[in-house]
């Protein structure tokens, strides 16, 4: 996970997570050389130039005798920001539950009736969403009561963009399924002819299907699909989320799934 704003943005919160520690160090060193230390507000301590000189020379050589103290903030920083960043996407998710999970019917898998629900952002040329797709059907074979609602977002450039825009537009004919297994194990460069090709082997009306990805009702449901992307986070595909308890990005296995699905049931 990048950290924006670079060695700034570290050491200032790597200062404030050890401001203690560096007080404890200065105090110590400080009365160890004779000094004074001035707590005149009783909230903290107030150093003087030279004594923020000796807290850097302490640091620096602590570091330098112990490198894992380094190491161990980068891990409690990541850890906490991971943390944090699963916090906000889960709010984000109960916030947007009720149109995460409402879908058309072309759009859901499993049991349209399940008890749990489960959402899968996913684009048709991701390589990943390509490997999740028979452990997804494992899955939904394993687990009777769930409810898959699929929402396709095109972010790998033109050509997801054209695919999505192709599986959208097949919807209207009732062949969504049809067409989007047919591209997502397509390995040819797309393009409106292949499109076209693909949509013919599959008994689907090419010329139609070509007039309807421009449609308002296709432009409008991938819209939706990449808003609602935005509102909880999503940093890339597959992202999955079980009901309002996980959000789990990236490729999964299946006990990663079942494990994950348990959590959503629990609540």
Known sequence: MPYHGGIAWFWSVFVRRFSKFFRGLAVCSVLGLGGYVHAADGTGTHFTTEQRAEIVGIVRQALKEDPTILTEALRSLREQMAQQQQNTARDAVRQHWAALRDAPDYAVRGNPKGAVTVVEFLDPRCSYCRAMVPVVERFLARHKDVRLVERLVPVLGKGSVLDTQAVQAASL???????????????????????????????????????????????????SNLDLAQAIGLDGTPTFVFGTAVIAPGALNDMQMDTDLEQARRG
């Open 173 to 223: 004919q009732g062949k969504y399924d049809v067409l989007r297994q047919a591209l997502m194990s397509d390995t040819v460069t797309p393009s409106f002819d292949r499109v076209r090709q693909i949509a013919q082997a599959n008994g689907i009306d090419a010329d139609r299907l070509v007039k309807d990805m421009n449609s308002p009702a296709v432009i409008t449901a991938i819209r």
